[in-house]
Nanobody, 127 residues
Framework: QVQLVESGGGSVQAGGSLRLSCTAS????????MGWFRQAAGKEREAVATIDSDGWTTYVDSVKGRFTVSKDNANNTLWLLMSSLKAEDTAAYYC?????????????????????WGKGTPVIISS
């Protein structure tokens, strides 16, 4: 059974940084796509960043240059380093994964959806 568990959320002031982590267990695919999503109150969930099994990363325009997604294969951990945080980054952040690394990018995930999801961690940015 695949489990994804996020941690690292919290409350910070605008301009600050946070690092989210996602620990995966039970996920054995050699080719995969993993990513971070967020959902703000009253808004639809959006993909923020993805990384595939080859290490290719893709970001949604609103976070380019501020967020960095990375993975630690040895420890089955996905990271999201968020810097220069803005009030509009306030949301619940979710880790997700699927097998296969085809079209592993935020713009394609409606057609190649994630299979497994974490329960989320809150991020609150105060201005």
């Amino acid at each position: 059974q695949v489990q994804l568990v996020e941690s690292g959320g919290g409350s910070v002031q605008a301009g600050g940084s946070l690092r989210l982590s996602c620990t995966a267990s039970g996920f054995t695919d050699n080719e995969y796509c993993m990513g971070w999503f967020r959902q703000a109150a009253g808004k639809e969930r959006e993909a923020v960043a993805t990384i595939d099994s080859d290490g290719w990363t893709t970001y949604v325009d609103s976070v380019k240059g501020r967020f960095t997604v990375s993975k630690d294969n040895a420890n089955n951990t996905l990271w999201l380093l968020m810097s220069s945080l803005k009030a509009e980054d306030t949301a619940a952040y979710y880790c997700a994964a699927r097998g296969g690394n085809t079209w592993c990018r935020p713009s394609a995930l409606d057609y190649y959806p994630m299979q497994f999801w974490g329960k989320g961690t809150p991020v609150i940015i105060s201005s």
